[in-house]
């Protein structure tokens, strides 16, 4: 299996959300919770981000394989269902981070590039680790983006890369992920 950066497990209906995510430089490869447990023997991605929705008993024993396999690997776990009991017992099988959804796709590409940061920098251990919010995203920019659809979010994200290069309608159509006709409507 080649090495990937990022690597999305969430049901299938879910898994077009996920590619607003824009991580300049890094791969993002989208798997359904269904054909994920086969890939935790060989998984070598440097980050998981686990949305197990409603399917809370599978999400957990997906993350406990995945952290029992690869412990040094940070795992982002998302749930549609939440409670404190829920969340102890994610980041008592090794969760890094832990998410109830509707979650902005700033904070947690944020969450992900911090992980990315601290592991990149070999002082990643499986001690706990609280992520630090980028300051360089407002609390107004939240706000603004998280009713947007994700498509949506990626053409900002490319459009913030890329301020200083001519940007052309069918490069924004293709980084959300629409065609040209769609985009501009």
Same mark, same amino acid.
């Given at each position: ?74 795992? =982002?776990? %998302?749930? /549609?269902?939440?409670?404190?009991? #829920?969340? +102890? $017992?994610?980041?008592?099988?090794? *969760? &890094?981070?832990? !998410? ?5 796709? =700033?904070? %947690?590409? /944020?969450?992900?590039?911090?992980? #990315?940061? +601290? $592991?990149?920098?070999?002082?990643? *251990? &499986?001690?706990? !680790? ?24 990626? *053409? ?30």
């Amino acid at each position: 299996m080649e090495k990937k950066s990022v690597l999305v497990i969430s049901q299938k209906e879910y898994l077009g959300r996920y590619s607003a995510l824009w991580l300049k430089g890094e791969h993002v490869e989208l798997h359904s919770i269904k054909d994920a447990f086969d890939l935790v023997p060989d998984c070598q991605a440097d980050i998981v981000i686990l949305d197990c929705g409603f399917e809370i008993e599978r999400g957990m024993t997906l993350l406990e394989e995945l952290k029992a396999a690869h412990p040094k690997i940070p795992l =982002i776990f %998302l749930t /549609d269902a939440s409670s404190e009991e #829920l969340a +102890v $017992k994610a980041f008592r099988a090794g *969760a &890094r981070e832990y !998410f109830r959804k509707p979650v902005s796709m =700033i904070d %947690l590409q /944020d969450t992900v590039e911090s992980l #990315l940061r +601290v $592991k990149r920098l070999q002082k990643d *251990a &499986r001690y706990p !680790f609280i992520a630090a919010r980028s300051a360089e995203h407002g609390d107004a920019a939240r706000a603004a983006t998280t009713d947007k659809p994700a498509n949506l979010l990626g *053409a900002v994200r490319y459009i913030e890369e890329n301020l200083e290069n001519k940007i052309l309608l069918h490069e924004l159509a293709q980084a959300a992920r629409l065609s040209k006709y769609h985009f501009c409507r």
